[in-house]
């Protein structure tokens, strides 16, 4: 507990950068919460179609509002195995708020883990900068400024999903990984399955960056036999064992309810429209009545089909590798080099004031083009301070740890096409990696005639960001 403390204790020279960006948060979040109040503080039944019917930033989904409403695990057991149980005590809290002040306080609620999330998010990069790349006081600042002016970071900070929860916690392995390095001592059993298991806990494919940071930090000590089967063998079994039982245990039941309601249904509006069929036709003999109805079913279905590929929902979605349990998420078909320019480097960094953040589901195009060429001007210029990074980074076995984390993702979305037709909304799974590597650039010319050229640049690209990217957010919020 005292080791915890001392982790989250904000330090003196952090004070002033610390409060600021506990001011923005709170801003931001009033705007978010003032945009919605009149609808969510009322929801009462139905609550779900309120929910998602009327919350429509970008792609993520207001799925914690209604778990913190009224409880059930409706996160995807096999991506979020423990989620459900962390939202737990939040939905029991604000149920004690609903039956006792007959009001719905589940944005203010689910507002306090997201603050806290995004103001140690904060934190935890400037200490990754600051002490472990040793940076000065300011470019540490700068950087980390820089990181949080991105467009869907600012987004990512404020919206009811999992990715800020996630974001904090990958920033806190990569900040104890880099430390650990520096002391020359590698992660035990017991700090690797607490890791292990609320990283992965919040997001499967997060645990697999807690195995890859314990790797590049315990060296070949990863693979001695008792710390592979007990801190990577185990809790992997044990993770994906519990995923299985909350599935049959929670999951199972109300699919198969919704399954035979569903079908009760079907077989109640099928008899209608054989009567009303029947009714139109005339036909009075049995058989030919019921060849009649099938054929014109069959082509009721055809005209069904075509209208719903038709519709965002399913002309956004690529062909998916296969149909499995997890292949069926994947995409083959949507362009990369497109989606690099547009989403992974591009959205992700600046929003589009065209569609601006709304929902490839609903109306957005998967591919969106800047109106400004000195957007991607910027966009490359970003890239290449990326680029320049990592090569002056090369020889350091931290960085390779955070682009190891990056590679994985672009190998989850760009490779086997994973939410590649909104891959911006993970953006706070890998973005990170950007400043970092940038660090490496800013140490490396520091003390030379470089630094104040690179300095103001920087200074300049995180104005011109936050401006850019906080008109178009905050305009969006209260318009």
């Known amino acids: 507990m005292k080791k915890l403390l001392q982790l989250l204790r904000v330090k003196r020279e952090e004070w002033l950068s610390a409060a600021i960006a506990l001011v923005v948060l709170i801003g931001l979040h009033t705007c978010i919460i003032a945009k919605f109040f009149k609808l969510f503080t009322h929801t009462g039944t139905g609550h779900w179609n309120v929910f998602v019917k009327n ?195 929670f999951v199972w039941p109300h699919e198969m309810a919704r399954h035979t309601q569903k079908a009760k249904k079907a077989a109640a509006e099928k008899q209608k429209n054989f009567q009303a069929f029947a009714d139109t036709v005339g ?32 002309k956004h979605t690529g062909k998916p590798m296969g149909n499995g349990e997890f292949m069926r998420w994947t995409d083959e078909t949507t362009s990369r080099t497109q989606t690099a320019i547009e989403n992974l480097f591009g959205e992700s960094i600046q929003l589009h004031k065209d569609h601006l ?49 990056f590679a994985f993702d672009m190998l989850l979305h760009m490779g086997l096409g994973f939410g590649i037709n909104e891959v911006y909304i993970m953006a706070a799974h890998w973005l990170f990696a950007l400043p970092i590597a940038m660090a490496y650039l800013v140490k490396q010319v520091q003390t030379t005639k470089w630094a104040t050229g690179l300095r103001c640049l920087l200074l300049l690209l995180t104005l011109y960001l936050w401006i850019y990217n906080g008109t178009l957010l905050v305009g969006y919020l209260v318009g």
Not at 290 to 314: G, L, V
Request: hydrophobic letters at 50%; a positive charge; glycine letters at 4%.
């Open 55 to 249: 919350f429509t930033i970008s792609g993520f989904d207001p799925i914690t509002y209604s778990m913190v409403t009224y409880w059930e695990a409706n996160y995807n057991v096999y991506r979020h195995p423990l989620l459900s149980f962390m939202v737990w005590p939040l939905s029991m809290l604000n149920k004690w708020c609903m039956s006792t002040f007959d009001v719905n306080l589940v944005q203010f609620i689910v507002a306090v883990p997201l603050l806290v999330c995004g103001f140690y998010a904060y934190i935890f990069l400037y200490r990754t900068l600051r002490e472990v790349v040793q940076l000065r006081r300011f470019d540490a600042t700068l950087l980390s400024a820089l990181f949080f002016s991105f467009g869907y970071i600012l987004v990512t900070l404020i919206v009811p999903d999992h990715f800020c929860i996630s974001m904090c916690l990958l920033l806190l392995s990569v900040y104890l990984a880099g430390r650990k390095m520096q002391q020359g001592k590698p992660f035990t059993v017991k700090q690797t399955w607490l890791l292990f298991f609320i990283t992965a806990g919040v997001t499967l494919s997060n645990g697999i960056k807690t195995f890859l940071y314990a790797l590049f930090t315990n060296g070949k000590q990863f693979f001695k036999l008792k710390y592979f089967l007990s801190a990577v063998i185990l809790p992997s079994a044990l993770i994906w064992g519990f995923a299985r039982w909350e599935y049959h245990t």
């Open 357 to 405: 953040l709304e929902d490839t589901l609903r109306s957005r195009p998967v591919i969106v083009r800047y109106n400004w060429a000195v957007s991607y001007v910027l966009e490359g210029l970003v890239v290449v301070l990326f680029l320049l990074g990592v090569w002056c980074g090369r020889r350091s076995r931290f960085l390779w740890m955070v682009l190891s984390g």
């Open 283 to 314: 036909i009075k003999d049995t058989t030919e009545l019921k060849k009649a109805f099938d054929t014109e079913m069959k082509k009721r279905a055809k005209a069904k089909y075509k209208a719903d590929h038709k519709q965002p929902w399913n």
